[in-house]
């Protein structure tokens, strides 16, 4: 079932056992726009069996909110106008190469192109493999655009991100919602989780611009204002207490910096400002 914002605005929710991100819909009086398409034509599938069920304009859009397997893996069963920023389309590019049978998926997977997870997905819920191709996004941007879909205006833009490069987020104004798609969470580099520190207050600043109070997160659903404030109040915390690769320095700084010890979500972050600065030194 789709969850409701708004009278305009819904989301399927995540669902972690089978990697599935969160969804989205919006409409105006014209047209419905949808983001992030899913991870596989089953999931696809599943969401528009739902939107069916609404009674909303006809699907125009989908946006891909960034260049990860999960968010556009279902993109082929949209009759829609697919959009993307052109770090994603760059991504994507290589996809559509790729064959979905086994042999291929078992090559990709052991030259670290693919996740184990991902093929299983892939192998689980995308039927006609042997055949699939994903199909190319129609409309690529640079850093914003705005789409009218009748009284109902989305800004579409490309912003600082700690997970990728090409992350792309939907807001809509009138509303004070944002999608964020995965945004706002860390990444893996060489099997090491970390949070690219340099970017996380150029990212906080940009998602502050929104004057938004409903975030949707592509792998928790929603949050209120108070909950992404206490999520960017302790990555904060935890990014000043982290200078070097001593984790150990760090847990000390957090204590003389707060007077207190960091707590388990800030214990979890410091390791991942520790790991960043691992990785580039
Ligand atoms: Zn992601």
């Not at 739902?50 to 009759?79: A, C, Q, R, S």
């Not at 108070?226 to 935890?238: I, K, Q, R």
Request: net charge negative; proline share 3%.
């Amino acid at each position: 079932m789709l969850n409701k914002i708004s009278d305009s605005i819904y989301y399927l929710p995540n669902q972690d056992d089978k990697e599935r991100p969160t969804l989205g819909l919006i409409h105006g009086d014209q047209y419905s726009l949808i983001i992030d398409a899913g991870n596989s034509s089953q999931h696809a599938k599943d969401f528009l069996l739902e939107i069916e069920k609404l009674e909303v304009p006809p699907v125009k859009y989908m946006v891909i909110t960034h260049g990860h397997w999960d968010h556009f893996l279902g993109m082929n069963e949209f009759d829609a106008t697919v959009i993307v920023n052109s770090l994603t389309n760059g991504i994507i590019e290589k996809w559509k190469g790729y064959s979905f049978d086994d042999q291929s998926l078992q090559k990709y997977v052991s030259t670290n192109q693919m996740s184990d997870m991902c093929m299983k997905t892939i192998q689980n819920e995308i039927p006609n493999r042997e055949n699939f191709k994903l199909r190319s996004p129609d409309l690529i941007f640079e850093n914003m655009l705005t789409i009218d879909l009748g009284n109902k205006i989305c800004k579409l833009e490309r912003i600082n991100s700690t997970h990728t490069d090409d992350s792309t987020t939907v807001s809509i104004p009138e509303e004070k919602v944002v999608f964020l798609g995965d945004c706002a969470y860390g990444t893996t580099t060489n099997s090491l989780f970390h949070y690219k520190q340099s970017l996380l207050l150029p990212m906080i600043n940009d998602i502050s611009k929104y004057n938004a109070e409903k975030f949707i997160l592509g792998h928790e659903s929603i949050c209120d204002l108070n909950e992404m404030n206490l999520y960017w109040e302790e990555l904060t915390a935890a990014s000043k207490a982290v200078k070097s690769i001593s984790l150990e320095d760090a847990l000390k700084s957090f204590k003389s910096q707060n007077n207190r010890g960091p707590n388990d979500n800030e214990i979890f972050f410091i390791k991942a400002f520790v790991n960043d600065q691992i990785l580039k030194s």
